[in-house]
């Protein structure tokens, strides 16, 4: 009986092994996260590979990563120079859609506003803190503005979301590039923070004169109006899908780590950014098994190729041509103890 008792432990264990070793295991950022769900839930249905994702921010999801107690990251950051040297070994962006940060309010029957950059950075550095302040008036003279206390909402986790709203506000500010500067957590000069973008979303949601920063899906998906930003060509442009594109028609890098805010770009919307999957350039440095590694690179292939079709319904912005050029020489570079996956 104890001889066949073991036989039938060492089976469930073995069983149970096989099965957990077909999931793929990723945690990070928030902003692509409607895309992601749609993405693996379809590379699910058509391979059999499960994709367990966790939206818990870019910044834990680079954490994890370093960690490796994931198979892969995502953040909407991408890793500086520095960052890079904290990894055990190369790490490697891989491009999956763009999208747009919009700025998101709580005002009374909330019409449809439209903000300057000098606009922006006065409300987020604390100047500006009344609906009915001279300056916003100025630029929505049809609007009728109530004299309500402008309260911001930001992030409170590490957030690539956030990283791209002050990439944004540190090139159109002097001073707020001084004081705050770019990250993915920052010591914020005014406001209250939440999780999330669904966190942020809820929020203003509740709070009447709210203004904070959120991926457009979530504005969409609550109902939740979005502000025209006036960028660098003095036009207003609404974030959406043709201008995030716009945005994006800039020359790319080899390793993809190209920020998209502040475009030069006429018609682009001037709060744009590419979102990325993290991985190790050799994947054995934290998957144990090749098999493993060749359904990570499926997966990865399968998101810029037959995943890109899920973008537009979801408002991202699919990877132009010559973005996915980039991303496909960039997963060809992936290897599993010095070997090429994909040949």
Same mark, same amino acid.
């Given at each position: 009986?104890?001889?066949?008792?073991?036989?039938?432990?060492?089976?469930?264990?073995?069983?149970?092994?096989?099965?957990?070793?077909?999931?793929?295991?990723?945690?990070?950022?928030?902003?692509?996260?409607?895309?992601?769900?749609?993405?693996?839930?379809?590379?699910?249905?058509?391979?059999?590979?499960?994709?367990?994702?966790?939206?818990?921010?870019?910044?834990?999801?680079?954490?994890?990563?370093?960690?490796?107690?994931?198979?892969?990251?995502?953040?909407?950051?991408?890793?500086?120079?520095?960052?890079?040297?904290?990894?055990?070994?190369?790490?490697?962006?891989?491009?999956?859609?763009?999208?747009?940060?919009?700025?998101?309010?709580?005002?009374?029957?909330?019409?449809?506003?439209?903000?300057?950059?000098?606009v922006i950075a006065g409300i987020f550095l604390g100047k500006i803190t009344k609906w009915n302040d001279t300056r916003i008036k100025k630029?929505?003279?049809?609007?009728?503005?109530?004299?309500?206390?402008?309260?911001?909402?930001?992030?409170?986790?590490?957030?690539?979301?956030?990283?791209?709203?002050?990439?944004?506000?540190?090139?159109?500010?002097?001073?707020?590039?001084?004081?705050?500067?770019?990250?993915?957590?920052?010591?914020?000069?005014?406001?209250?923070?939440?999780?999330?973008?669904?966190?942020?979303?809820?929020?203003?949601?509740?709070?009447?004169?709210?203004?904070?920063?959120?991926?457009?899906?979530?504005?969409?998906?609550?109902?939740?109006?979005?502000?025209?930003?006036?960028?660098?060509?003095?036009?207003?442009?609404?974030?959406?899908?043709?201008?995030?594109?716009?945005?994006?028609?800039?020359?790319?890098?080899?390793?993809?780590?190209?920020?998209?805010?502040?475009?030069?770009?006429?018609?682009?919307?001037?709060?744009?950014?590419?979102?990325?999957?993290?991985?190790?350039?050799?994947?054995?440095?934290?998957?144990?098994? #090749?098999? /493993? &590694?060749?359904? %990570?690179?499926?997966? =990865?292939? !399968?998101?810029?190729?037959?995943?890109? $079709?899920?973008?537009?319904?979801?408002?991202?912005?699919?990877?132009?041509?010559?973005? #996915?050029? /980039? &991303?496909?020489? %960039?997963?060809?570079? =992936?290897? !599993?103890?010095?070997?090429?996956?994909? $040949?």
């Open positions: 009986m104890k001889k066949i008792s073991l036989i039938l432990t060492l089976l469930l264990i073995f069983t149970g092994y096989n099965l957990n070793a077909g999931e793929l295991t990723g945690a990070g950022a928030t902003f692509p996260y409607p895309f992601y769900s749609k993405v693996f839930y379809e590379f699910y249905r058509q391979t059999g590979i499960r994709v367990n994702y966790q939206a818990i921010g870019s910044g834990g999801g680079i954490r994890q990563l370093r960690a490796k107690t994931v198979d892969f990251g995502a953040s909407d950051a991408f890793l500086s120079n520095e960052e890079l040297k904290k990894f055990e070994s190369p790490v490697v962006h891989i491009p999956t859609c763009a999208g747009a940060v919009v700025l998101t309010y709580n005002l009374p029957g909330n019409p449809q506003i439209k903000l300057t950059p000098e630029i929505n003279p049809d609007v009728n503005l109530p004299p309500m206390k402008i309260v911001v909402v930001h992030r409170s986790d590490g957030s690539g979301t956030t990283f791209i709203f002050s990439d944004y506000l540190t090139k159109i500010s002097k001073e707020w590039a001084k004081k705050v500067g770019r990250g993915k957590s920052l010591n914020w000069p005014t406001g209250i923070g939440a999780k999330g973008n669904p966190g942020v979303a809820g929020l203003i949601r509740q709070i009447p004169g709210s203004i904070g920063y959120v991926e457009l899906i979530y504005a969409i998906q609550n109902h939740m109006p979005a502000a025209l930003i006036q960028n660098k060509h003095g036009n207003f442009i609404k974030p959406s899908i043709k201008s995030v594109t716009m945005a994006s028609n800039v020359p790319l890098p080899d390793d993809m780590r190209v920020s998209l805010t502040n475009t030069d770009a006429p018609d682009g919307y001037p709060i744009s950014g590419f979102t990325w999957l993290l991985v190790y350039r050799d994947l054995s440095t934290n998957i144990k098994t #090749k098999e /493993k &590694a060749q359904s %990570l690179v499926k997966l =990865l292939w !399968f998101t810029i190729h037959e995943g890109q $079709k899920y973008a537009t319904p979801l408002h991202y912005a699919p990877l132009s041509p010559s973005a #996915k050029l /980039k &991303a496909e020489k %960039l997963i060809r570079s =992936l290897t !599993f103890k010095g070997v090429k996956i994909l $040949k």
